[in-house]
């Protein structure tokens, strides 16, 4: 019997992980919200305060070094040290004096919680029997989805009652849960945490420009994707990207990270094209927008867990193609004229199911594709496809929409489009199937 196998399941640390990831994916709603005051009272613009949500994502671009970085270390110790700076970067964000101290508070909780994401497969695989991991991913999935749900509004209670430095620091209490539950239950191996070398580093500053470039693209100029195009090249030719590299080129765990990377950027339909479509064609409120996404959320909340039970008793590629193919049909469903609230709510609603049964049997599916000892590379790795795509996603829908204009034309031509390539994500997921 494989040192694996013989894994005995303990929930705690799966409890830890999970506030972890809670506080690390809601940070980015709940910055948004304080936006306006925070550029207020620090006399910046818009524009500039759009950099407070950027300052906190581009570094998350390190999370395939960062990943590597994990295999080599005490897993204990890594994720207590990344809970501690996501703490610290919190109080140095709440206190900034000035806008720039700000900006470096953000982009240290970046870097921290590109440890965190890095550190969830090791820890998952170190505290969970192979047999229930399915099952532990879709608790973490619903913890999150639930938390990111309550985040946002939180925030905005917080910040009216106290102001907007106190949406900073609300977070604490959870990471106080964590790290407390980590130190408990995690178990060390005595190896420390190492002091990066020269290769690693060069590998975080080349992948990270990367990156970081391909994703300023949509944001800027298109001729940023060339040089992360070049700066990609540049990283796999470097020495210790050849473990990641060989990872990757593997039909049994690239082919599921590609479709991960492609089915992320359907958030295009959540993050632009619904809130527009309910303000712009259907006339609804803000609070209609609420409403329509609520039920995507119920949707993924409600399956996430269920997805998990699932790929534990049937295995992680059924269900995710099962919740590939739903999601591609619930796109399907919102290509049709949509004249109503209430039809838009049950399309999306059939796309939050599709998408709660994949995440979660997703994770499970490249987990279950590392190899032993890798565990953080392939972490990182997935962080880094969710991250890709959920940030291009919004914006093919935005150059779709605007290509046939505004209104109903421009929602239907963006959700077709990100359909097609649901449509693609079906087709190379059915490809990785091991025969």
């Known amino acids: 019997m494989t040192q694996e196998a013989q894994v005995r399941t303990r929930w705690a640390p799966v409890v830890a992980l999970a506030a972890a990831m809670l506080v690390v994916t809601t940070e980015m709603t709940v910055a948004a919200v304080v936006l306006p005051s925070l550029g207020g009272e620090l006399d910046v613009g818009p524009a500039a305060t759009a950099w407070v949500l950027l300052a906190y994502t581009l570094p998350m671009a390190v999370a395939i070094p960062a990943g590597r970085w994990v295999d ?16 610290v970067a919190s109080a140095v964000t709440a ?29 998952v695989v170190g505290a969970v029997a192979p047999a229930q991991r399915g099952r532990a991913i879709g608790y973490v999935v619903t913890i999150m989805t639930l938390g990111g749900l309550v985040g946002a509004p939180l925030g905005g209670v917080v910040a009216g009652a106290f102001g907007w430095r106190a949406v900073f620091l609300m977070k604490l209490p959870v990471l106080a849960v964590a790290l ?167 399309r999306l609603g059939v796309l939050g199911v599709g998408q709660g049964l994949f995440n979660t049997a997703m994770n499970a599916l490249v987990m279950a594709g590392a190899p032993v000892g890798m565990e953080g590379a392939a972490g990182g790795l997935s962080a880094t496809a969710r991250m890709v795509g959920t940030t291009v996603g919004p914006a093919v829908a935005a150059m ?3 290509s046939a204009g505004s209104g109903d034309a421009g929602f239907r031509t963006g959700v077709a489009v990100l359909a097609a390539v649901a449509a693609v994500a079906v087709g190379t997921l059915a490809s990785s199937k091991q025969r």
């Open 72 to 87: 080599r270390a005490d897993v204990r110790a890594a994720f207590l040290l990344a809970l501690v700076g996501v703490a």
């Open 400 to 402: 779709a929409a605007g």
């Open 95 to 123: 206190v900034a004096p000035a806008f720039w101290v700000l900006l470096a508070g953000r982009v240290l909780q970046g870097l921290a919680g590109a440890l965190v994401l890095a550190g969830y497969m090791p820890i």
């Open 180 to 346: 407390w539950l980590g130190w408990r239950s995690l178990r060390g191996d005595g190896r420390g945490l190492p002091v990066p070398d020269r290769g690693l580093v060069l590998e975080a500053v080349v992948l990270g420009g990367a990156i970081t470039s391909v994703l300023l693209a949509f944001e800027s100029t298109v001729w940023l994707l060339l040089v992360g195009v070049v700066l990609v090249v540049w990283w796999g030719r470097l020495p210790g990207s050849r473990p990641v590299v060989g990872l990757v080129r593997r039909r049994l765990f690239g082919l599921p990270l590609l479709t991960l990377a492609l089915v992320s950027t359907l958030g295009g339909v959540t993050f632009f094209l619904v809130p527009f479509h309910v303000t712009d064609v259907l006339g609804g409120s803000p609070g209609d927008v609420g409403v329509a996404l609520l039920v995507f959320v119920a949707g993924v909340a409600a399956l996430a867990p269920v997805s998990g039970s699932l790929a534990d008793r049937y295995g992680p590629w059924l269900v995710a193609m099962g919740g590939a193919v739903v999601s591609a049909v619930g796109l399907g469903l919102l290509v049709l004229p949509v004249t109503s609230l209430v039809e838009l709510c049950w």
